[in-house]
């Protein structure tokens, strides 16, 4: 190897420098627990930067001593890493297992690479180098590839298991390791491929390995007793064992070709870059495999945690699921997904009670020759609701006698790949049934997964119970707005009915007279405009009302007033002044109005009387009806004159007054009501004055 003299030697004079110096302030700060790993890492890696620097210097090739202490420090530094992971707070006791047996293997693998290094300056290993496996672990640029990812896996796995509030003071620490162990897999990949180790990559090693230093400084800085709160989830073990597995694969792929290229004669290249290719493209394969990564997800849960679910990472995930998206079929489709996905299953269907005695599918996740229809009250139904238990069809079909009896339906038994039956229950109430399929990580039934699957059921089955009852409220409004709409037009026909009903009761008493004749054409023309006005709104499924239009109120009384002539007693108008105008639809103001004076009229004896005055101040109008007739008692006013579906008539409907209140109310007024028995009733009614209207000064008063 040619190295540069000057280059080579100034940068691992820096190296050195820096790790002595790093090493030496760990050592005069006593207050550091984990003083000894951190100063031996240092000062292994100064050593070694400094044999480095010196060979450099005399112009020599890299010596033995420099190689020993360049796996001496690979070690310190990885042992380093592994005590900061095993110090964590609440880990498994088995997880703690498979870090220290990690850690003796990973010592125990740079002790046979000191051991061959120096087996090999005294004897001859061309035996050893027979054997393809072994002479590539041990072999140098391959054997230091390898702790090099066993230095970037343990590094992304501190990180990414420290808790994030944590990481400000640990993120140096892995951005410095990290650095440094990236660099190295670079170097000797490098060196793998071309079959000897570059100069300029070498000679650079040195000062990449200096600058690390400073971030490991503020790291230990931030964190002077290393104390870290570090818990390894489920998914980073997978994360990290797959990575893991992974480098060595690539290690020895790269190791295979290799041999392929040294004795594959002429067509050495081509048959290297096609195994190399197919190696790849089988591992992308193994990475995207659901059904392995399935697998061994259940593999590591098994072997490796005292319970097979992180219930914290499944939780959220489950819930993450239930929310996301649309409500209605979506909801089902993704309650299927969230509870098959505990078991890694991807398929499954969903059957709900939509009418009163019978479940019927409602959605399936690739699962489509599940249909069936189940009564409410089969025995499969009885079963869920009294006993509450998932079923296994495999554990069924093996062993009947654990069901207690229980008779599945044909239907469910001849759908293939079908595995569980999960009841849907709220509030003990069955609303439904799921059908799991078959899992892809071939996960065992047994009490934990049981319990699992029902928690989740009852979750799923409340959120479906809660969309249930909302499309349910949807309808229950929609009616009940029909219906209100029905209760105002019968209240309109009712009022039409009586108008007609009293020009009959007059007829063969007046019938003779021409006014008479008069005013009961004009009345019958008005009964049917508005009759027609009202089928053509029923009829094009608008609203009852024509629109928000700029009304004169003195015209509007006068009206309504004359629409009342068949009662023998006349109402009385005063206006206080001309061309007060209000913002309104006419016909709902109008029908409003004409309700308070037709009860007036009806409450009071043709001998009393009845005034209607128009007034204003500042921003209102301000109409009153006052007679002298019956009267109410403040009880009656309080509790029953504006309830809806509430008369003291036989014949009424007892939605006039509330309609009145409302529908004032809605254009910003208000009704006060002042009566006491047999002394009669003022309407005090109170309008905003229409926005051009507010800006005159109306004191213009009638002649």
């Keep these: 190897m040619q190295l540069s003299l000057n280059a080579t030697f100034i940068s691992y004079a820096l190296a050195t420098l820096a790790f002595a110096g790093l090493g030496v302030a760990a050592l005069l700060d006593a207050r550091r627990a984990r003083i000894a790993g951190l100063a031996t890492a240092s000062m292994l890696s100064a050593l070694w930067a400094g044999f480095v620097a010196a060979d450099a210097l005399r112009g020599h090739s890299i010596s033995l001593a420099a190689a020993l202490l360049e796996l001496a420090r690979d070690a310190a530094w990885l042992y380093f890493l592994i005590d900061l992971l095993i110090q964590r707070q609440g880990t498994a006791t088995?997880?703690?297992?498979?870090?220290?047996?990690?850690?003796?293997?990973?010592?125990?693998?740079?002790?046979?690479?000191?051991?061959?290094?120096?087996?090999?300056?005294?004897?001859?290993?061309?035996?050893?180098?027979?054997?393809p496996l072994f002479d590539t672990l041990l072999s140098g640029a391959a054997s230091r590839a390898v702790l090099a990812v066993a230095g970037m896996v343990l590094v992304?796995?501190?990180?990414?298991?420290?808790?994030?509030?944590?990481?400000?003071?640990?993120?140096?620490?892995?951005?410095?390791?990290g650095g440094l162990f990236v660099?190295?897999?670079?170097?000797?990949?490098?060196?793998?491929?071309?079959?000897?180790?570059?100069?300029?990559?070498?000679?650079?090693?040195?000062?990449?390995?200096?600058l690390t230093v400073p971030l490991i400084a503020i790291s230990a800085k931030r964190n002077p007793n290393w104390d870290l709160r570090v818990t390894l989830s489920r998914r980073l073990f997978f994360h990290s064992a797959a990575l893991l597995g992974a480098g060595i694969y690539l290690l020895i792929m790269a190791a295979a070709g290799y041999y392929i290229r040294m004795f594959g004669g002429e067509?050495?290249?081509?048959?290297?870059?096609?195994?190399?290719?197919?190696?790849?493209?089988?591992?992308?394969?193994?990475?995207?495999?659901?059904?392995?990564?399935?697998?061994v997800r259940v593999f590591f849960?098994?072997?490796?945690?005292?319970?097979?679910?992180?219930?914290r990472d499944e939780w959220l995930n489950f819930t993450r699921i239930l929310s996301q998206g649309n409500p209605g079929e979506q909801l089902c489709t993704r309650a299927i997904q969230a509870v098959a996905g505990l078991v890694e299953s991807q398929s499954g269907a969903l059957w709900l009670a939509r009418d009163p005695h019978h479940f019927s599918r409602i959605v399936h996740w690739n699962m489509a020759q599940a249909n069936g229809i189940e009564a409410t009250d089969s025995e499969l139904a009885r079963f869920l609701t009294e006993r509450e238990w998932v079923i296994n069809l495999d554990q069924y079909a093996a062993q009947p006698e654990l069901y207690e009896g229980l008779i599945?339906?044909?239907?469910?038994?001849?759908?293939?790949?079908?595995?569980?039956?999960?009841?849907?229950?709220?509030?003990?109430?069955?609303?439904?049934?799921?059908?799991?399929?078959?899992?892809?990580?071939?996960?065992?039934?047994?009490w934990e997964v049981s319990d699992l699957i029902k928690t989740a059921a009852r979750q799923a089955a409340a959120n479906l119970a809660q969309m249930e009852a909302s499309e349910a409220l949807t309808v229950s409004r929609q009616f009940e707005s029909f219906n209100r709409m029905a209760a105002f037009v019968v209240h309109d026909l009712k009022n039409l009915i009586a108008q007609q009903s009293l020009l009959v009761s007059n007829a063969d008493k007046h019938k003779h007279n021409p006014e008479f004749i008069d005013d009961m054409i004009s009345t019958v023309e008005s009964s049917v405009a508005r009759m027609n006005r009202l089928l053509g709104q029923l009829k094009s499924g608008g609203s009852l009302t024509a629109g928000v239009?700029?009304?004169?109120?003195?015209?509007?009384?006068?009206?309504?007033?004359?629409?009342?002539?068949v009662y023998r007693l006349k109402p009385v108008l005063q206006v206080a002044a001309q061309d007060i105008r209000v913002a309104a639809d006419r016909e709902r103001l109008k029908r409003v109005l004409g309700h308070i004076l037709q009860n007036a009229l009806e409450a009071t004896p043709y001998t009393g009387h009845i005034e209607v005055r128009l007034s204003h101040d500042a921003e209102h109008a301000l109409i009153r009806i006052e007679d002298n007739g019956c009267g109410m008692d403040d009880n009656f006013i309080r509790e029953r004159l504006f309830r809806p579906f509430d008369s003291t008539k036989g014949s009424g409907m007892g939605i006039g007054a509330y309609e009145c209140r409302e529908y004032i109310s809605e254009l910003g007024g208000r009704i006060d009501v002042a009566s006491a028995p047999g002394t009669g009733t003022t309407?005090?009614?109170?309008?905003?004055?229409?926005?051009?209207?507010?800006?005159v000064h109306l004191e213009k008063p009638l002649e």
């Design 94 to 131: 088995r997880i703690l297992r498979v870090l220290s047996v990690s850690r003796a293997l990973l010592l125990i693998y740079c002790a046979l690479l000191m051991l061959r290094i120096m087996v090999g300056e005294f004897t001859d290993l061309s035996t050893l180098s027979r054997i």
């Design 156 to 177: 992304e796995q501190l990180f990414r298991s420290t808790r994030s509030e944590d990481r400000w003071s640990i993120k140096y620490l892995c951005f410095g390791l």
């Design 183 to 210: 660099y190295d897999f670079y170097l000797y990949a490098d060196a793998m491929l071309f079959q000897h180790i570059d100069a300029e990559i070498w000679a650079g090693r040195g000062i990449v390995d200096a």
């Design 267 to 295: 067509w050495s290249s081509i048959l290297q870059a096609a195994f190399l290719f197919g190696a790849f493209v089988m591992l992308l394969s193994i990475l995207f495999s659901g059904t392995l990564r399935a697998r």
């Design 301 to 311: 849960s098994k072997h490796f945690f005292s319970y097979s679910y992180d219930y």
């Design 408 to 446: 599945l339906p044909n239907w469910i038994t001849a759908i293939p790949n079908a595995w569980l039956v999960a009841p849907l229950l709220v509030r003990d109430k069955l609303i439904g049934f799921m059908i799991i399929g078959r899992s892809l990580g071939k996960v065992t039934f047994d």
């Design 549 to 565: 239009q700029d009304l004169a109120l003195d015209t509007l009384l006068t009206e309504i007033i004359a629409d009342k002539h």
């Design 683 to 695: 309407f005090h009614i109170t309008i905003p004055l229409a926005p051009a209207a507010s800006q």
